[in-house]
């Protein structure tokens, strides 16, 4: 009763609150949806504790694979969006191969480098990828109705719900895997691979399912944005972007799955309300790195951290502080 | 009884040391087999080409008559053989009832679209069945909610073995269970393990405590510096003048 009660709260909160901001701000709110996805995509892959620099360019993977699927084949736009995510899924797996030869910091530099090489290929051949400018005049979202709501890809506000929609499935898909044995034994593979592997557990297999996975979300992510700037190049999917991706995910925190959704969502308010207001915005990538320090030192464990001793605190009246070992 | 498990002429060399060299025994279905020697001897290295987590660098490891030599960790535990680890290796963020969840894994495989549609509530229940199972055995149910790295050393290495047999083995290789248990537990632990062998399950034991390998083991080898020295039962092995003289006048430990 109590959580019918939340989620119907929540959800006429979430269809309500583009009334309430103006054009430009609705357009933010579409590309923060968007980007909940990307980072929520890179915290699954996180929990085989595998941090990579890449994900951003898988990203941008979906998104060049969908735009390219329309314009060259001419493929229905939500159809080639769902084949934009496999195919960045399926690029994960090829990139395994070297990949997962790899761990810890050499993993992440093998990432990083990976992502370059795709960059460059994107840079280096006009055909099909348009070279350094990218493509543009990639097909829009196809207006359709749903009866009780006209869409009209025109307007921020029907793509805000066309993606909203998209991303709480696939938050929805993403969860039932963290909550389920698969998503236990992530995290077996996480603490302590040697005695997850002598259970029985295949490490490659379960490494490699995990990128596939964050790949092909953080795909799909590339194409609900492809579709709606219309065009894509390769340095909307730079190393900063990344930086971005790490920021939201280190100072919301990723030991829960709202953690990196939270740190996502507090600094792009902060950005688009704070920084733009101030005239700032130049400033956005020395402020992220600030930020990031900042939460490092001060906030080791995420904002996350600051609604757990909340929440825990209205639960239990009187807290027994465990000391922690 | 048949020969179940052998290894043959087993040698792992680290660089110019070899830990392990041309060694050879077997170990018969349902048995409790003890491999003792002294510190240093090889005897985790032993463990570790038999469950895969090294390659050796000579020789065989037979089960039910295939050789598993070289396979990987996970296929050698799919083939029924599951290992602990000589110090408490276990998933100490995890709660006890997920590590031992987590060695269901082999009877219980997790499949990612059964669990995202919600098709797979029978296994899930199974596992935890399992699961609880698996503590109870070991007298861990009630610590099941608290986090691993939190219990006691006795509790952690019982947790190890729970995790092991959670995964219903044939074979299970103890590298050192009794470490840190007081001889409470440790009498209690020796209970548990006749009982796994009456449930049909091999064991094959690394141990200091002579008392309890001697107490134990229907079969014991001695190895000393890589090499094999004797092989008997517990009264043969005791007054074995070639083990006590590896021990080094320790006539006392093997009394
Ligand atoms: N990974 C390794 N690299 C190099 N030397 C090793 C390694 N593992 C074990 N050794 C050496 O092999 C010998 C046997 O070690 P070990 O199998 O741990 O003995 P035990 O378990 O019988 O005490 C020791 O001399 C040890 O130093
Ligand atoms: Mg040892």
Same mark, same amino acid.
């Given at each position: 009763?109590?959580?019918?009660?939340?989620?119907?709260?929540?959800?006429?909160?979430?269809?309500?609150?583009?009334?309430?901001?103006?054009?430009?701000?609705?357009?933010?709110?579409?590309?923060?949806?968007?980007?909940?996805?990307?980072?929520?995509?890179?915290?699954?892959?996180?929990?085989?504790?595998?941090?990579?620099?890449?994900? =951003?360019?898988?990203?941008?993977?979906?998104?060049?694979?969908?735009?390219?699927?329309?314009?060259?084949?001419?493929?229905?736009?939500?159809?080639?969006?769902?084949?934009?995510?496999?195919?960045?899924?399926?690029?994960?797996?090829?990139?395994?191969?070297?990949?997962?030869?790899?761990?810890?910091?050499?993993?992440?530099?093998?990432?990083?480098?990976?992502?370059?090489?795709?960059?460059?290929?994107?840079?280096?051949?006009?055909?099909?990828?348009?070279?350094?400018?990218?493509?543009?005049?990639?097909?829009?979202?196809?207006?359709?109705?749903?009866?009780?709501?006209?869409?009209?890809?025109?307007?921020?506000?029907?793509?805000?719900?066309?993606?909203?929609?998209?991303?709480?499935?696939?938050?929805?898909?993403?969860?039932?895997?963290?909550?389920?044995? =698969?998503?236990?034994?992530?995290?077996?593979?996480?603490?302590?691979?040697?005695?997850?592997?002598?259970?029985?557990?295949?490490?490659?297999?379960?490494?490699?399912?995990?990128?596939?996975?964050?790949?092909?979300?953080?795909?799909?992510?590339?194409?609900?944005?492809?579709?709606?700037?219309?065009?894509?190049?390769?340095?909307?999917?730079?190393?900063? =972007?990344?930086?971005?991706?790490?920021?939201?995910?280190?100072?919301?925190?990723?030991?829960?799955?709202?953690?990196?959704?939270?740190?996502?969502?507090?600094?792009?308010?902060?950005?688009?309300?704070?920084?733009?207001?101030?005239?700032?915005?130049?400033?956005?990538?020395?402020?992220?790195?600030?930020?990031?320090?900042?939460?490092?030192?001060?906030?080791?464990?995420?904002?996350?951290?600051?609604?757990?001793?909340?929440?825990?605190?209205?639960?239990?009246?009187?807290?027994?502080?465990?000391?922690?070992? | 009884?048949?020969?179940?498990?052998?290894?043959?002429?087993?040698?792992?060399?680290?660089?110019?040391?070899?830990?392990?060299?041309?060694?050879?025994?077997?170990?018969?279905?349902?048995?409790?087999?003890?491999?003792?020697?002294?510190?240093?001897?090889?005897?985790?290295?032993?463990?570790?080409? +038999?469950?895969?987590?090294?390659?050796?660098?000579?020789?065989? +490891?037979?089960?039910?008559?295939?050789?598993?030599?070289?396979?990987?960790?996970?296929?050698?535990?799919?083939?029924?053989?599951?290992?602990?680890?000589?110090?408490?290796?276990?998933?100490? *963020?995890?709660?006890?009832? *997920?590590?031992?969840?987590?060695?269901?894994?082999?009877?219980?495989?997790?499949?990612?679209?059964?669990?995202?549609?919600?098709?797979?509530?029978?296994?899930?229940?199974?596992?935890?069945?399992?699961?609880?199972?698996?503590?109870?055995?070991?007298?861990?149910?009630?610590?099941?909610?608290?986090?691993?790295?939190?219990?006691?050393?006795?509790?952690?290495?019982?947790?190890?073995?729970?995790?092991?047999?959670?995964?219903?083995?044939?074979?299970?290789?103890?590298?050192?269970?009794?470490?840190?248990?007081?001889?409470? *537990?440790?009498?209690?632990?020796?209970?548990?393990?006749?009982?796994?062998?009456?449930?049909?399950?091999? +064991?094959?034991?690394?141990?200091?405590?002579?008392?309890?390998?001697?107490?134990?083991?229907?079969?014991?080898?001695?190895?000393?510096?890589?090499?094999?020295?004797?092989?008997?039962?517990?009264?043969?092995?005791?007054?074995?003048?070639?083990?006590? *003289?590896?021990?080094?006048?320790?006539?006392?430990?093997?009394?």
């Amino acid at each position: 009763m109590r959580n019918l009660l939340i989620f119907v709260l929540g959800s006429v909160a979430l269809i309500a609150l583009p009334y309430g901001l103006s054009f430009s701000q609705q357009e933010i709110l579409v590309f923060l949806v968007i980007n909940v996805l990307l980072v929520t995509s890179y915290r699954l892959m996180t929990l085989t504790g595998e941090w990579s620099l890449g994900h =951003v360019v898988i990203m941008g993977v979906g998104a060049y694979a969908s735009a390219l699927y329309t314009k060259e084949l001419g493929i229905y736009v939500p159809v080639s969006m769902i084949l934009g995510a496999v195919t960045a899924a399926l690029l994960a797996v090829l990139l395994s191969f070297p990949l997962f030869r790899m761990k810890g910091f050499y993993f992440l530099i093998g990432s990083f480098a990976a992502g370059e090489i795709i960059r460059l290929i994107w840079k280096r051949f006009r055909e099909p990828f348009g070279g350094v400018r990218g493509i543009s005049g990639i097909d829009p979202m196809p207006d359709f109705s749903i009866g009780i709501y006209q869409f009209d890809f025109f307007e921020p506000v029907s793509y805000y719900y066309f993606a909203g929609f998209i991303v709480i499935a696939s938050l929805w898909v993403l969860w039932r895997i963290e909550k389920s044995p =698969v998503g236990l034994t992530f995290h077996a593979v996480h603490w302590q691979d040697k005695l997850a592997q002598a259970s029985g557990v295949n490490l490659r297999a379960y490494r490699t399912l995990a990128f596939a996975i964050a790949s092909g979300f953080a795909g799909l992510a590339g194409a609900l944005q492809a579709h709606y700037v219309g065009t894509v190049n390769p340095n909307s999917f730079d190393i900063e =972007v990344m930086v971005f991706v790490l920021t939201w995910a280190i100072v919301g925190g990723t030991a829960t799955f709202y953690g990196p959704i939270l740190g996502c969502i507090v600094l792009t308010v902060l950005n688009e309300i704070v920084l733009r207001e101030m005239g700032l915005e130049q400033a956005r990538p020395l402020i992220y790195g600030a930020i990031m320090i900042l939460s490092i030192l001060f906030l080791p464990d995420g904002l996350e951290s600051l609604v757990q001793k909340v929440t825990r605190r209205k639960s239990a009246p009187k807290p027994e502080e465990k000391a922690a070992t | 009884m048949s020969d179940f498990l052998e290894v043959r002429n087993l040698t792992m060399r680290f660089g110019g040391l070899t830990a392990v060299d041309s060694l050879s025994f077997k170990v018969e279905h349902g048995s409790i087999h003890g491999l003792i020697g002294p510190n240093g001897a090889g005897k985790t290295t032993t463990f570790n080409m +038999i469950s895969g987590f090294y390659t050796p660098t000579e020789g065989q +490891i037979l089960l039910r008559g295939e050789d598993i030599s070289g396979l990987k960790m996970h296929e050698v535990a799919r083939r029924g053989v599951v290992r602990t680890f000589q110090h408490s290796t276990l998933f100490a *963020e995890l709660t006890v009832l *997920e590590n031992a969840l987590v060695g269901t894994h082999m009877p219980f495989r997790p499949n990612i679209f059964a669990a995202i549609i919600g098709w797979d509530k029978e296994d899930r229940r199974g596992a935890e069945a399992r699961a609880r199972e698996a503590l109870e055995f070991f007298g861990l149910l009630h610590l099941s909610d608290e986090r691993a790295g939190d219990l006691s050393h006795g509790h952690q290495r019982a947790l190890g073995m729970a995790v092991a047999y959670a995964s219903h083995p044939d074979v299970i290789l103890l590298d050192e269970p009794f470490t840190g248990m007081n001889p409470e *537990e440790t009498k209690h632990m020796m209970g548990l393990m006749r009982r796994l062998k009456e449930d049909g399950i091999t +064991i094959l034991l690394v141990e200091h405590d002579m008392q309890a390998i001697m107490g134990l083991c229907d079969t014991i080898t001695c190895m000393s510096f890589g090499k094999f020295l004797a092989e008997g039962g517990p009264t043969e092995i005791r007054n074995h003048p070639a083990v006590i *003289e590896a021990y080094l006048g320790g006539a006392r430990h093997v009394a």
